[in-house]
């Protein structure tokens, strides 16, 4: 009887062990089509998370890839925590994608990987952020140092009065390199307008304590210029905490709700930003483009859009419309 017992076990274990080698045979089979389906793979190294900038530039670059059949690979360095953007950039080079998207930050310490991704021929895009090598194939963002220009002429048309400016360079990046190089050239052909101080304050920690006390030592300052996207929310909570509303202009780089409302409320001057959707999309294209008809622009400047409290509402009507 028992043996009896020993070969149905048997034989039910030999059934069991089919199906299950059958269905990994199946999910192989239908991943692997899966995979064959896809014309070319991109991959996307983001340098920040829970940023709604990046947010939409990725989703420029998914919704692309979605639409033209490319499977993208998402590689972001606050997420896994113990990589950096250049160790992720590392793997990726190591891989056989048909191309990477990722920041200029700090491209100069990247030459190396950069041209280990020449001899691969993998075609390198940098986004939003310019960076400083040969070595990339093409930039696609704002065009920074222009933005640097237009803020201060934002500014200039303000009023006759001398404007003192104090700039917050969190980061201290080469891309805020050149926003502030078209700042000081700005400034130089303007008889009335100074700049004070460029200083780096980290907009996260005590903020408000370090402001303060810039603008004890210079109380001559009433223009504040920040240079990281949510610069201009923390200037504008600190202006507002001092009761220094109406004593400072403030320029900010975002169009969040936030920096929207304290246009409205006359509290944040002018906000100048770069459609995030937009860099996306056309560092995608732009991709497509090397791959397929191996031509490359060095760089391609998505616009940059100035939102004041003259032009506010024609661009909420815009965006409610769409």
């Known amino acids: 009887m028992k043996s009896n017992n020993y070969v149905v076990i048997v034989i039910v274990f030999l059934m069991i062990s089919f199906f299950i080698f059958n ?10 089509n899966y995979e064959k389906d896809y014309s070319k793979s991109y991959i996307l190294i983001k340098s920040e998370s829970n940023n709604y900038l990046w947010n939409n530039i990725e989703k420029g670059i ?3 890839c979605e639409t033209n059949n490319i499977a993208i690979q998402i590689l972001n360095s606050d997420n896994t925590g113990l990589l950096s953007q250049k160790e992720l950039f590392e793997m990726a080079v190591a891989g056989n994608s048909n191309g990477i998207i990722l920041s200029g930050y700090n491209s100069n310490e990247m030459e190396e990987l950069l041209k280990k991704a020449e001899d691969k ?60 190089d078209g700042m000081i ?26 402001l303060r006390k810039e603008l004890d030592l210079h109380p001559e300052i009433n223009v504040i210029i920040g240079t990281g996207i949510y610069d201009g929310l ?21 169009n969040s709700e936030m920096t929207i409302e304290y246009i409205q409320k006359g509290i944040i ?14 560092a995608v294209n732009t991709l497509n ?4 008809d191996n031509i490359s622009l060095d760089v391609f400047y998505v616009p940059t859009t100035i939102l004041n409290k003259y032009n506010l509402k024609t661009y909420l009507d815009g965006e409610s419309n769409e």
Do not use: C, H, W
């Not at 923390?234 to 975002?254: F, L, P, Q, W």
């Not at 483009?289 to 397929?292: A, Q, V, Y």
């Open 121 to 180: 021929k993998i075609p390198i895009v940098f986004i939003n952020e310019d960076g400083a090598s040969r070595l990339r194939d093409t930039y696609v963002g704002p065009n920074n140092y222009q933005k640097g220009q237009k803020s201060i002429q934002e500014i200039s048309k303000k009023s006759n009065e001398v404007l003192n400016i104090l700039v917050i360079d969190e980061y201290n990046s080469e891309n805020r390199n050149l926003l502030i």
């Open 23 to 32: 269905s990994f045979q199946l999910i192989n089979r239908d991943y692997n």
């Open 269 to 282: 001057t002018a906000t100048l930003f770069t459609d995030g959707y937009l860099v996306g999309e056309e």
């Open 185 to 210: 050239s700005e400034i130089n052909n303007e008889e009335n307008i100074n700049l004070t101080e460029i200083v780096s304050i980290n907009t996260r920690f005590n903020f408000e304590n370090n």
């Open 62 to 64: 998914v919704d692309n």
């Open 234 to 254: 923390n200037i504008a909570k600190a202006i507002v905490s001092m009761n220094k509303v109406g004593e400072v202009y403030i320029i900010a780089y975002d």
């Open 289 to 292: 483009s090397i791959n397929e």
